[in-house]
């Protein structure tokens, strides 16, 4: 079975810019969630979406946003970039459903640095 | 809210000694625990977790982890360490909400030495 994808790899963006990122979960699974990675936070979450709505909201401004397809790949977006926003976004999907909590599994991640 | 604190930035072992990676966790109900490992521009892999039951739960590449209810502890053991065991490791806590937003540890460098 294939595992979580995110596209691009590698991004380069300038201060000011937007930029648009792309995660494939796991077949069947339905919950995708994104965490963001840097030296100094560590791993924060960002948001979660299930079935197309998003469930859940870390503490991030609004120029952070997602979205979530009908065959479960999700997108963020994060508008007019700044220095800070260089990081690693990784997403990561799971069943979402039952009381027993599932495992995440994650993709390789997306390498932004913004100039 | 919940949290996770991983005390040690990093731990140093030669390679054939056990190693461990320690992990504490803070959380209101039932503590849904898990370890990921991240290699050099890599993701995070997963290795184990605890829902419920045995408090010695066994996992990927040989590594295992204790839990310890009356410690809140959930550490990181292997019993054999090896140089490729090398990499990051993040200790996290599932909210308890229901959602499966995970809360992790800064996370604990792990360098095995020949």
């Known amino acids: 079975k294939a595992g979580v994808t995110q596209t691009p790899r590698y991004l380069i963006k300038t201060r000011g810019q937007q930029v648009t990122l792309s995660c494939s979960p796991i077949s069947g699974h339905r919950s995708v969630s994104w965490y963001q990675q840097t030296p100094g936070q560590g791993l924060q979450f960002l948001f979660e979406y299930f079935s197309e709505t998003q469930r859940n909201k870390g503490n991030f401004p609004g120029r952070f946003s997602g979205r979530q397809f009908s065959n479960s790949r999700s997108e963020m977006n994060v508008s007019t970039l700044e220095l800070g926003d260089s990081a690693l976004y990784l997403c990561?999907?799971?069943f979402g459903t039952g009381r027993v909590p599932d495992t995440q599994y994650f993709g390789p991640g997306t390498r932004l640095t913004v100039l | 809210a919940q949290s996770v604190a991983q005390p040690e930035d990093q731990v140093n072992v030669a390679e054939g000694n056990p190693l461990t990676v320690k992990c504490t966790y803070s959380v209101s109900g039932n503590p849904y625990l898990f370890w990921y490992v991240q290699y050099p521009n890599r993701g995070l892999q997963f290795l184990l977790k605890?829902?419920?039951?045995?408090?010695l739960v066994k996992g990927s590449y040989g590594f295992e982890a204790e839990f310890n209810k009356s410690q809140t502890s959930f550490h990181l053991k292997k019993p054999s360490a090896l140089v490729s065991d090398s990499a990051l490791y993040f200790c996290a806590v599932r909210d308890p909400s229901g959602y499966s937003t995970l809360t992790f540890g800064k996370g604990t460098m792990l360098l095995v030495s020949p």
């Open positions: 605890y829902i419920t039951g045995d408090n």
């Open positions: 990561a999907s799971s």
